[in-house]
């Protein structure tokens, strides 16, 4: 054989040499590619599953709240409806975390008139105010509740390190 010949098969096995390299990495690459692909796909069906979870459980607990209002509107209907704050101090609470529509001090905030009064005298009754602090609750409740669902989502999206 010629010199020529052994340059042409030694030049011939080096570039099948590359080339079966380069087809190796680059199906190494490709299942690395699908590996990462159905990684994520995983946590992303394990995300959908424990927020699907806690949209259920937060859904029982609303509706155990909303159960709950309406047994207290139950029973607060049975109150006597006997006067219990007058028309500054109610005009106070009515005023109190409103602060849209925040008057300055040096203007006193003025009360609604009592869903109980028809004489138009402003005042709060017991019904009123009880009927106020079971929704305030029944209200923080359910924020309470939505805040530590998406604080429970969030770590387990972002676990601590």
């Given at each position: 054989m010629s010199i020529l010949a052994w340059i042409v098969i030694a030049i011939g096995l080096v570039v099948?040499?590359?080339?079966?390299?380069?087809?190796?990495?680059?199906g190494q690459d490709a299942r690395a590619e699908l590996e990462a692909r159905e990684l994520r796909e995983s946590d992303a069906r394990q995300q959908?599953?424990?927020?699907?979870?806690?949209?259920?459980?937060?859904?029982?607990?609303?509706?155990?709240?909303?159960?709950?209002?309406?047994?207290?509107?139950?029973?607060?209907?049975?109150?006597s409806g006997r006067e219990c704050f007058d028309d500054r101090t109610t005009g106070l609470l009515n005023a109190t975390g409103n602060l849209a529509s925040a008057t300055p001090a040096s203007e006193p905030a003025s009360a609604p008139a009592s869903s109980?009064?028809?004489?138009?005298?402003?005042?709060s009754t017991d019904r009123d105010v009880a009927g106020y602090i079971a929704l305030c609750r029944t209200r923080y409740a359910e924020v309470a509740d939505q805040l530590n669902k998406i604080l429970d989502i969030e770590d387990k999206r972002h676990p601590p390190e």
């Open positions: 099948g040499g590359f080339a079966g390299g380069v087809k190796y990495h680059a959908r599953s424990a927020s699907d979870k806690a949209a259920g459980k937060h859904a029982e607990q609303l509706a155990t709240l909303a159960n709950q209002l309406g047994d207290a509107r139950e029973k607060i209907a049975r109150l109980s009064s028809g004489s138009g005298l402003r005042y």
